[in-house]
């Protein structure tokens, strides 16, 4: 990156209630000589800019969202093109994994399918509750964005390889817990459950019981 240079970078989260817009916010204060806009919806979206970050958005961006910006960049956490689609830390903390892969590449219209600049991991204890896996992961996407930043332009993509994978969108449902089942094996569900937004639950006795779990230390 050129330092004489003013350069005009977005975010786009949208949802306004994402977890990850704290961390966004914290970032942007650390930016220096940069021009910072931040989008809430794709539809804002119109005015050029030099690099575009699509980050944990809830709706696939179009084309016509993209044209605006040089490069659009997305961070997720998987290593592509394994773990492509929705709630992929989520899913992957159920299969046991402790080593959580982020990938950070070229958006384009297919889903999570462009070119790779870097990939990085944060790692996981098999301890961690959702609000601190939801910190590791923060902290690892502005650290892969910081290094594109510092990076920029001078970057060499690779485009992905093998083959692809993909996870479905969670619910409320996926919260759901077995009484049949032991709390050390339904562990890595309590882990992923939000207490306020998708709370654990299970039903019993024609009832619906709702559990939310703190970590004492």
């Not at 689609?85 to 989520?90: I, K, M, N, Y």
């Not at 870097?118 to 992961?137: A, R, S, T, V």
């Not at 992923?192 to 009832?207: E, K, M, Q, T």
Request: proline fraction near 4%; include cysteine.
């Amino acid at each position: 990156m050129n330092n004489n240079n003013i350069m005009n970078i977005s975010f786009l989260t949208d949802n306004p209630n994402s977890w990850i817009i704290s961390y966004l916010e914290n970032f942007k204060k650390s930016l220096k000589n940069f021009n910072i806009r931040h989008y809430y919806s794709q539809e804002e979206i119109k005015d050029s800019g030099e690099i575009l970050f699509i980050l944990s958005c809830e709706k696939i961006v179009r084309k016509e969202a993209l044209k605006y910006h040089r490069k659009n960049i997305v961070v997720h956490p998987s290593k592509l093109p394994k773990g492509k689609g929705w709630s992929p830390v989520a899913w992957q903390i159920l299969e046991g994994v402790n080593s959580i892969p982020v990938s950070l590449f070229e958006a384009n219209s297919k889903v999570d399918s462009g070119q790779i600049y870097f990939q990085d991991e944060f790692k996981l204890y098999g301890h961690e509750l959702n609000d601190e896996i939801k910190d590791l992961q923060g902290k690892s996407t502005f650290k892969l964005i910081k290094k594109f930043l510092k990076s920029y332009p001078n970057l060499e993509p690779f485009s992905q390889k093998g083959e692809s994978t993909y996870y479905k969108k969670r619910t409320k449902n996926d919260s759901e817990l077995d009484i049949n089942r032991s709390i050390k094996d339904q562990f890595n569900l309590l882990r992923i459950v939000d207490n306020n937004l998708y709370p654990a639950f299970f039903f019993h006795h024609g009832h619906k019981y709702t559990i939310k779990i703190t970590k004492n230390e």
